[in-house]
């Protein structure tokens, strides 16, 4: 049973355009969000977080949108560069376990020139 | 400062062979993790040392796969009996105790190939 899903394996847009990436989750225990950045050939980068008790947060050009009742986060990217391609990973993590996060299986995004 | 480094950044062996992984976390950091992604597939979890606690060893999908933390620092992943299934880029991050933003350092992971 897969507690964090991620339904759209890829995505494309065109640059100057805003980018939303989707995640589900299942598992109420969860209490704090992240995405992560991954290129090819490297590890994941952490990207931004939320916690529970907030419904936004935003650095930059990425804002995390937290809505708990229906069990759903989206990234939004504006504007979309080029340089953001690549596959973003949702997680979420619970008090209890401490410190374990469970991964989406990430979404490919593509921003074209 | 440094970040999570793994060693080898490539490995492939032929079926049967026992591998290992190397991972030294971030100094300091007392969490580390193991995740392996599989080709076109996410982030599997496998195995979670948190300072002196008994690892969590839900994730390892047999018995042919162990992790061993030494010291509080490196860490080293065995898979006994490599079978081709077992191909994948094994990836470690580590997270310093009581984090609160919760988030995980990444390496750049092994590749793992298994003829």
């Known amino acids: 049973d897969q507690q964090v899903k991620q339904n759209s394996p890829s995505l494309s847009v065109q640059e100057g355009r805003i980018s939303i990436l989707n995640c589900d989750y299942t598992?109420?225990?969860?209490?704090?969000f992240l995405w992560y950045k991954k290129y090819p050939a490297e590890g994941p980068t952490f990207l931004i977080s939320i916690s529970s008790i907030k419904d936004k947060n935003e650095d930059g050009r990425f804002t995390v949108f937290l809505n708990k009742s229906a069990k759903h986060l989206s990234l939004h990217i504006v504007p979309s560069q080029p340089g953001d391609s690549a596959v973003y990973f949702c997680a979420a993590s619970a008090l209890v376990p401490a410190g374990k996060s469970t991964f989406g299986d990430g979404t490919t995004l593509t921003v074209k020139p | 400062g440094a970040g999570v480094s793994q060693s080898p950044s490539n490995k492939v062996t032929e079926k049967g062979k026992d591998v290992e992984l190397r991972c030294d976390p971030i100094?300091?950091?007392?969490?580390l993790y193991w995740y392996r992604q599989s080709l076109g597939q996410g982030l599997e979890f496998l195995i979670y040392?948190?300072?002196?606690?008994?690892?969590?060893k839900s994730g390892l999908p047999s018995d042919r796969f162990s992790a061993e933390r030494t010291g509080g620092s490196v860490s080293t992943l065995t898979i006994q009996r490599t079978q081709q299934e077992d191909s994948a880029v094994y990836l470690c991050?580590?997270?310093?105790?009581?984090?609160?933003?919760?988030?995980?350092?990444f390496g750049p992971g092994t590749r793992l190939t298994v003829l």
């Open positions: 040392f948190q300072g002196n606690s008994a690892p969590d």
């Open positions: 100094s300091g950091h007392t969490a």
């Open positions: 991050a580590s997270s310093p105790l009581g984090a609160a933003g919760r988030e995980q350092f």
């Open positions: 598992n109420s225990m969860f209490d704090y």
